[in-house]
């Protein structure tokens, strides 16, 4: 099966090139124009690898790097005319996995792309499963098990039991719920994540019973703690 790659570029003619070359190389290759198309883009793909533009309408591309790095860790390569070397630095603080400077050559970028995803592919095979007591989640699959039953979550519920275990034993705020389950945090909407952790509990609780996995902290937010069955 070949990796797929996300593009997020608003220049048209960087794109058509970028998807030939990368195409010819065998990989599949998925494109949005605009920062705000990158996460949704993200999710419904899937992509092995996101070259990522710095210099984006909207959303720029700091933005989307950050809201990925919260999704997972995909490779990300970013890809800029800026060149000044702390352009770079915040690049490569961001978690970005490497950065090509514009103009490029599209040879480059695809032997970037292989190198990169050589370099991650085996890291990103552990990290793809996320384990915490009962709670099991296959981050490539999409699915989450409590004690070995497998759990019917819509996405944003996945994002939120994910997140909640890639901090486990840890407090999160609503906002950094929000935030790591929509890219954006808007205080009007946090609410809506006490109503997302609801059902998730009530998932968790017809699946194992009713034992705290994920605990109310007043005033603060939710966390989510590691938790053994019983032996029956
Ligand atoms: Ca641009």
């Known amino acids: ?10 220049e048209v003619r960087i794109v058509r090139t970028l998807r030939l070359y990368l195409e010819q190389a ?17 999710r419904q793909e899937r992509p092995s690898l996101v070259l990522l533009d710095l210099n984006l309408p909207g959303q720029d591309g700091l ?10 860790d995909v490779p990300i390569i970013m890809l800029t005319a800026r060149t000044e070397e702390m352009d770079r630095l915040i690049g490569l603080e961001l978690g970005a996995d490497d950065y090509i400077s514009k103009p490029f050559s599209p040879r480059e970028v695809v032997a970037r792309v292989r190198a990169v995803l050589r ?8 990290n793809q499963t996320l384990q915490a007591g009962v709670l099991q989640i296959d981050l490539a699959a999409y699915r989450a098990w409590a004690a070995g039953r497998l759990l019917d979550l819509t996405q944003t519920e996945f994002e939120l039991l994910a997140t909640l275990m890639r901090h486990k034993g840890h407090v999160m705020s609503r906002a950094q719920l929000l935030e790591a389950v929509q ?6 909407l946090e609410r809506a994540i006490d109503q997302h952790i609801k059902n998730v509990r009530r998932k968790l609780k017809e699946a194992v019973g009713d034992v ?3 605990n109310t902290i007043y005033g603060v937010g939710y966390r989510l703690d590691e938790v053994e069955l019983p032996h029956a």
């Open 1 to 10: 099966m070949s990796d797929k790659i996300l593009i997020v570029e608003d």
């Open 26 to 42: 065998g990989f599949a290759v998925t494109a949005v124009h605009t920062g705000s198309e990158a996460i949704p883009a993200f």
């Open 63 to 72: 933005d989307v790097c950050r809201s990925l790095r919260r999704l997972g």
């Open 119 to 126: 370099r991650t592919q085996g890291q990103l095979n552990h």
């Open 183 to 188: 890219g954006v945090a808007f205080e009007e």
């Open 212 to 214: 705290a996995i994920i």
